[in-house]
């Protein structure tokens, strides 16, 4: 259980660090300690930004759950992307390290170089498949001697269910990877393993005015590209997918002799985008397939392993989810949870075996509610004293060491890579960040001056500016200077090393919308979500 540490001030204290007893004006020290660390804190949280907003702040012992400083804790709050704190955790105690995913090719075996039936593509849920993965699929049946396949293309993603999204997930945000639809059977864009997505690379032409060139990863016609495009002074290039189909519409200008730019866009179905790419595959290793394309079906009893494909362990995956806050594979994760649990990955599955994996720990999961793997949705509830206690309790994990590594450094990489650099925090802080409008999280490990490891969990909603990382990152740096000797002056000198942006009053919507100049951190979102990402 946490333990707590009361402070009380049974005495008035003056500006000028004196006490009145009856009349009587008695020097006092400053003081110092869990007290100065609070009193720096609650002076952090006076920002004009907070103002009829909703704060959960917890600091913590790691190794004791002792409570420094609490402000809200016990309040539910969007956690946004500290969602995949829980989930990552989860995956770890509930299928080990050394889990890996497997995605497998079965059929007849091939007399004389025909596969007699069908041929079966089944999935369990690999978010990290690649075009070149299917490719390698292609490349061991031919290797085997196949040349046929007398039959159809089955594509099996039934380890799932077929609730490709969240509940809740914004409309506005599913033609983006961090809301990419959930599938067993899928293909990432990248070696950043965003899954169930296009990336779209537009590059010049050879002059001004010529329409711009536009190549995809995977290479694939599932998707529709409407290209009006053209080359230009400078780069200004919009990328957009219908709100109901597989249509990418690319506009606006690419610079002349440059390098072009990318985008990346989830599509609607990636079952079927990874059937289109798959029968590529088997096209390009010399393999006739005679039939048409299924989905969504069962692999029957019978048929043979003919080729399979092993993700990496979990072990490695970890800071692919965290570093980044890479949400596809997290939702993988997730629903991956509920599958090894009942045998069909569902929300509602994957929502049990989480608790499961986290209640261990000394998490209380009553008073939370968690709906999907990544935070995207609005319906996800956590407080900032459950993230510390799941800080605090898995260090007693036998796979913590492996999380830990997994989340990003201030000021070295992630989603932290720009954050409190210069400061008693750079280097020091692992934390995970989370990123929607109007919520902002940051929850993680410190070491402060005296070598004390602690926890802070911050959550912050319903502010209408568009950023108040800055405030989180003070209260970090405020949690890394605090000693039993520092002062509530030394440690806001500390903190003040982050500066704070000069803002004037402003539109909250048009300020929170707005896309970051190339280079800019941006305000709303994860800095890894844009593209080329800025951190």
């Known amino acids: 259980m946490r333990k707590r540490t009361l402070i009380s001030s049974a005495v008035a204290v003056t500006a000028v660090g004196a006490i009145t007893i009856a009349g009587t004006v008695v020097?006092?020290?400053?003081?110092?300690?869990?007290?100065?660390?609070?009193?720096?804190?609650?002076?952090?949280?006076?920002?004009?930004?907070?103002?009829?907003s909703q704060i959960g702040v917890t600091v913590a012992d790691a190794n004791t759950g002792e409570v420094l400083y609490e402000r809200g804790g016990a309040k539910r709050g969007i956690p946004g992307s500290n969602d995949k704190l829980t989930t990552t955790a989860a995956a770890l105690e509930q299928l080990g390290g050394d889990f890996r995913y497997t995605t497998d090719v079965l059929g007849d075996r091939p007399v004389d170089g025909v596969v007699a039936g069908d041929l079966y593509l089944r999935g369990s849920g690999d978010p990290t498949m690649?075009?070149?993965?299917?490719?390698?699929?292609?490349?061991?049946?031919?290797?085997?001697?196949?040349?046929?396949?007398?039959?159809?293309?089955v594509a099996d993603d039934t380890a799932f269910d077929t609730v490709r999204s969240g509940t809740e997930w914004g409309w506005s945000d599913l033609q983006f990877t961090y809301a990419a639809e959930v599938s067993?059977?899928?293909?990432?864009?990248?070696?950043?393993?965003?899954?169930?997505?296009?990336?779209?690379?537009?590059?010049?032409?050879?002059?001004?005015?010529?329409p711009a060139q536009i190549t995809t990863s995977p290479a694939t016609d599932y998707v529709e590209i409407v290209n009006t495009a053209t080359t230009g002074a400078s780069t200004s290039v919009s990328v957009n997918r219908d709100p109901h189909d597989n249509v990418i519409r690319v506009s606006g200008t690419v610079k002349a002799g440059g390098s072009g730019t990318f985008a990346t866009r989830s599509v609607i179905e990636p079952t079927r985008l990874v059937a289109d790419v798959f029968a590529d595959s088997l096209e390009e290793a010399g393999i006739t397939l005679t039939g048409d394309l299924r989905f969504g079906e069962a692999t029957p009893q019978g048929p043979e392993t003919l080729a399979t494909h092993e993700s990496m362990t979990l072990a490695e995956l970890e800071p692919v989810v965290l570093k980044p806050s890479n949400a596809s594979v997290a939702e993988a994760l997730f629903k991956t949870l509920g599958y090894e649990a009942t045998g069909l990955g569902t929300f509602s599955s994957g929502k049990a075996a989480t608790y499961a994996g986290i209640e261990p720990y000394g998490v209380d999961t009553g008073p939370i509610r968690q709906v999907d793997g990544s935070g995207i949705s609005r319906h996800n509830m956590m407080t900032s004293n459950m993230l510390a206690d799941l800080l605090v309790g898995a260090k007693k994990a036998d796979w913590f060491s492996t999380w830990y590594d997994a989340l990003p450094i201030a000021c070295q990489d992630g989603t932290l890579a720009g954050r409190m650099c210069g400061t008693a925090a750079a280097g020091n802080v692992r934390a995970?960040?989370?990123?929607?409008?109007?919520?902002?999280?940051?929850?993680?490990?410190?070491?402060?001056?005296?070598?004390?490891?602690?926890?802070?969990?911050?959550?912050?909603?319903?502010?209408?500016?568009?950023?108040?990382?800055?405030?989180e990152d003070k209260i970090a740096v405020a949690v890394a200077s605090h000693s039993t000797e520092a002062t509530e002056a030394e440690i806001s000198t500390f903190s003040s090393e982050i500066d704070t942006p000069d803002f004037t009053e402003l539109e909250a919507e048009a300020e929170a919308e707005a896309i970051p100049a190339e280079g800019e951190m941006p305000a709303s979102l994860e800095c890894t979500w844009y593209e080329p990402a800025v951190c």
Do not use: C, H
């Open 27 to 52: 020097a006092q020290a400053q003081e110092t300690g869990d007290e100065a660390l609070a009193a720096a804190i609650d002076a952090i949280l006076t920002d004009k930004r907070l103002t009829d």
């Open 130 to 153: 690649l075009e070149a993965d299917y490719d390698r699929l292609a490349a061991d049946l031919a290797a085997r001697g196949v040349s046929t396949i007398d039959g159809d293309l």
């Open 184 to 210: 067993a059977l899928t293909v990432a864009s990248g070696d950043d393993y965003n899954a169930g997505s296009v990336r779209v690379f537009v590059k010049p032409g050879a002059a001004e005015g010529d």
């Open 432 to 471: 995970k960040t989370g990123s929607m409008t109007g919520v902002s999280a940051l929850s993680g490990y410190v070491t402060d001056a005296d070598g004390r490891e602690l926890v802070f969990s911050v959550i912050v909603n319903d502010f209408l500016w568009s950023t108040v990382k800055d405030i």
